[in-house]
């Protein structure tokens, strides 16, 4: 993504934030941004304080401060146990990185299945803005 960004007239980065406002029933600006600022930002182990600003009623929860990585959760057909992927730089672009869902039931398959190994999920539009992954 270094070389695109560095020799394209309108870097991926860029692209998705002119987009941020734009909402079809095939993505949605917002989240398509959110999802890559994500990915992004976890290229490393982060604390989750320095992503995201947490109330003062979490002051005592200890975890907050703790370092974690995205990752992909998935199961295999007949599997009890889920397969855990490390998302990093070196994973590389994948056609799999977000899985745009129409319906409820969508997101409760990529929650338990996720047999397609997507890191996000955009919910529904009926959701509201959101983008859900796993760390």
Not at 34 to 52: C, I
Not at 54 to 66: P, R, T, V
Not at 88 to 113: C, R
Request: charged share 20%.
């Amino acid at each position: 993504m270094t070389w695109v960004d560095q020799n394209a007239q309108l870097s991926f980065s860029e692209a998705l934030q002119h987009d941020i406002g734009k909402h079809s029933n095939t993505g949605n600006g917002f989240e398509n941004y959110l999802a890559f600022y994500v990915r992004t930002f976890f290229e490393m182990p982060k604390k989750l304080d320095e992503l995201f600003e947490f109330q003062s009623n979490f002051n005592k929860i200890d975890w907050k401060s703790e370092k974690f990585e995205l990752v992909t959760v998935s199961h295999a057909a007949g599997s009890d146990q889920p397969h855990v992927s490390i998302v990093t730089s070196a994973s590389g672009p994948s056609s799999n990185i977000g899985l745009q869902v129409k319906m409820g039931e969508d997101v409760l398959a990529w929650i338990s299945a996720n047999q397609d190994q997507f890191t996000f999920c955009l919910p529904p539009k009926h959701f509201g803005s959101d983008l859900m992954f796993f760390i």
